[in-house]
């Protein structure tokens, strides 16, 4: 996005991993889903994973495959960047 000259935030924020977003309001994100960092965007609680792991075993297997190839392409990206 910055090559588009548009601000995003940065994944690297100096908050502790468990610690309150500062874009979290009592409304949810302050942020459009489009600008919000990688890390907000996939995040998934543990009630989440729990429900989807015990609703369809075979579709939390597809999930999860699906969600490890796509970690494997962002690593790949920021491995390339400058």
């Known amino acids: ?18 610690g ?16 919000r960092p990688y890390r907000c965007t996939f995040f998934f609680c543990d009630a989440l994973l729990k429900s989807l792991e015990n609703d369809n075993a075979k579709l939390y297997r597809t999930f ?10 962002r690593k790949k990206l920021l491995d390339q960047s400058p």
């Open 64 to 73: 999860m495959e699906y969600f490890k190839h796509m970690v494997s392409i």
């Open 20 to 35: 309150r977003c500062r874009y979290m309001t009592e409304k949810g994100s302050d942020l459009d889903r489009w600008m």
């Open 1 to 18: 996005m910055g090559a588009l000259g548009i601000d995003t935030a940065s994944d690297s924020c100096g908050r502790e991993e468990a």
